[in-house]
């Protein structure tokens, strides 16, 4: 189980929404760079960046601070999400040192664009399947497919992908706990592994997705938690390391 925590930037911020609302936003730091390497120093293993104002332009907005933090931090992967509609942004991130590139949308609404993606970045691609009640989200959360979510899962895996993200978006940003049962359903349903995003918010909802690691779960995105001192992520390492 990795431990991953989230950046999410917003007009070159630091911030946290809550189900996905840009509406509805706290900015927790005015550098990221700086939050980056205090995430590092804690020891994360990897980080988590979103270009919130990218997934609603449909482009790169953020593309500046993301490259930034690559070249500061260049031992620690990198996977980046929001606004990547083309394959030529995903070859500027992956060139820039991003090592994982993350597709939501464009996923969704066009399926043989992330097919093409799997031959040419074969390792780098992952996708991102945000859920309601089993059925995929898009377009920033702003609507619901009639797309269930383990049908798609299970299409990407076959195109290819490193791995799927996973959020359940009535939980994200709400601090309510994460949803183990859909987590695990999805993650039985299909051999790629898959990272939990949404609503992690105690050491005992890292200690409950920890006792179902092994049904393929490797990673967990931690957000608001780690913002607002729910979870420290030093003492949630330690707790990781005891299962791992």
Known sequence: ??????????????????????????????????????????????????????????????????????????????????????????????????????????????PHFINDLCLGYPGHIIVGLDAKNGKVAIDGWSKLSNHDVIDMAKHFETDGVAAIIYTDISKDGMMQGVNIASTVKLAQAIRIPVIASGGITTLEDIRNLCKVQDEGISGAIIGRALYEGT??????????AEYN
């Open 231 to 240: 979870i420290d992520l030093a003492e949630a390492e330690r707790l990781v």
């Open 1 to 110: 189980m990795e431990l991953i925590p989230a950046i999410d930037l917003k007009q070159g911020q630091c911030v946290r929404l809550r189900q996905g609302r840009m509406d509805d936003s706290t900015v927790f730091s005015e550098d990221p760079i700086a939050m980056a390497e205090r995430w590092v120093d804690a020891g994360a293993t990897r980080l988590h960046l979103v270009d919130l104002d990218g997934a609603f332009a449909g482009s790169p907005q953020n593309h500046s601070v993301i490259r930034e933090i690559c070249a500061s931090f260049p031992n620690v992967p990198v996977q980046v999400g929001g606004g990547i509609r083309d394959a030529e942004t995903v070859e500027t991130y992956l060139n820039e040192g991003v090592s994982y590139t993350i597709i939501g949308t464009k996923a969704v609404n066009e």
